[in-house]
């Protein structure tokens, strides 16, 4: 069995316990591209996935040719052809399946999508009951295999790599932005096929806005630099965030990077199998209370990633998750003092073997000063 049969028979058990018909994935302009990808391999913009016991149907265009065949071994294809109509072509689909019960994602589904469905289902007379559902498909991506986390590992592999490349050009007069280019380039002309995301290169006082944009500001002697980014590789992304400084460090820097270090160090000792989101994320925010910055650490401890940067599970106070082996969280406290600056330390770490294991290379023991 592939590992798109298996996901496949993952869905297909999920559809059982709902007592489903059938379950359908509606990806247009990449809307619930993660998912269908995850279940098929198919990385095009429009594509549309019918599921049922005992057959999976994907449906796209002309554009994707040859690659549909190819790229998804196992699946029955139906190419829409420029003259049909969308919405009429999947009742039609639907018609031939002789479904009813048919579960869909409706965060990615726009309401005006949903009405067209319903219209076509009634002029085509394909006698579908749409429900609609949240985080089914998410949910079984939660736990990564061997495939995914080698992709995983490969991502994180190349962020390693740029980021001991970076420091060695970090100096003052340097822009946030022009440092973030530098990252880009180095990444994408290293095997990786995107960014992960934006990256995040703040300096100063910036670095305490958890979520920054690089900008035209310099690096000057003494700031804080973080980095926040990742590469995706074969679809699949990684995440990293380290704090350095450039020139000599305070003793106040060093003391709040200690705390977060511990902080985390705190998570990646004690996540294991078992131990709940809630919990993990515990871990850190006790820490940082202690030292009396429980309230300049403002966002979760975690996240879970694979082919998206954010995705379940969470490490967070709201967290419902409870750990699992295969799962993968990035872990990553942080404490931010308007005006003064932030740290923040995240690795990956993979749920295995009674702990985890950390994915993330690139050193962090002491704070940075380059
Ligand atoms: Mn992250």
């Known amino acids: 069995m592939t590992h ?3 996901r496949l028979q993952r869905l297909r058990d999920r559809m059982r316990e709902q007592k489903l018909d059938a379950f359908f994935i509606f990806n247009f302009e990449s809307s619930d591209s993660p998912n269908l ?39 029955e294809i139906v190419v829409k052809q420029p003259r049909e109509r969308l919405y009429e072509k999947i009742a039609e689909v639907f018609k031939g399946l002789n479904v009813r019960k048919v579960g869909f994602n409706a965060p990615t589904l726009s309401v005006q999508q949903y009405l067209e469905l319903t219209k076509a289902f009634k002029k085509k007379k394909a006698y579908v009951r749409l429900k609609p559902m949240e985080g089914v498909v998410e949910s079984l ?39 973030a280019w530098e990252m880009e380039v180095f990444i994408r002309t290293h095997g990786a096929d995107n960014l992960a995301f934006g990256s995040i290169v703040a300096t100063g006082p910036n670095t305490a806005l958890p979520h920054y944009d690089p900008g035209n500001v310099k690096i000057k002697k003494g700031d804080f630099v973080l980095f926040d980014f990742g590469a995706g590789m074969d679809g699949y992304c990684s995440d990293m965030t380290r704090t350095v400084v450039v020139g000599k460090p305070t003793a106040e820097q060093e003391r709040i990077y200690k705390i977060v270090l511990d902080a985390q160090m705190s998570v990646l000792n004690n996540l294991k199998d078992g131990v709940k989101g809630k919990q ?3 871990f850190a925010r006790d820490l940082i209370k202690k030292a009396k910055y429980g309230d300049k650490f403002g966002h979760g401890t975690g996240h879970g990633i694979g082919l998206q940067v954010h995705e379940g599970p969470s490490l967070s106070v709201l967290s419902k998750a409870t750990l699992k082996s295969g799962m993968v969280v990035t872990v990553e406290p942080g404490i931010y003092l308007p005006g003064w600056g932030g740290v923040r330390i995240e690795d990956m770490a993979l749920v295995q073997n009674g702990g985890c294991v950390n994915l993330t290379g690139a050193p962090k023991k002491k704070l940075i000063s380059v």
Do not use: N
């Open 4 to 6: 798109f049969q298996t």
């Open 37 to 75: 990808c995850y279940l098929t391999g198919f990385p095009g913009s429009a594509g549309f996935l019918f599921v049922t016991p005992k057959r999976a149907v994907l449906m796209s265009d002309p554009r994707y040719g040859e690659r549909l065949g190819k790229e998804t071994q196992g699946l």
């Open 141 to 179: 991506r939660f736990i990564k295999d061997e495939q995914e986390i080698a992709a995983i590992k490969k991502a994180q592999r190349v962020t390693d790599k740029a980021f001991d490349y970076i420091l060695g050009g970090l100096k003052p007069g340097k822009t946030e932005r022009e440092i």
């Open 280 to 282: 993990g994320d515990k």
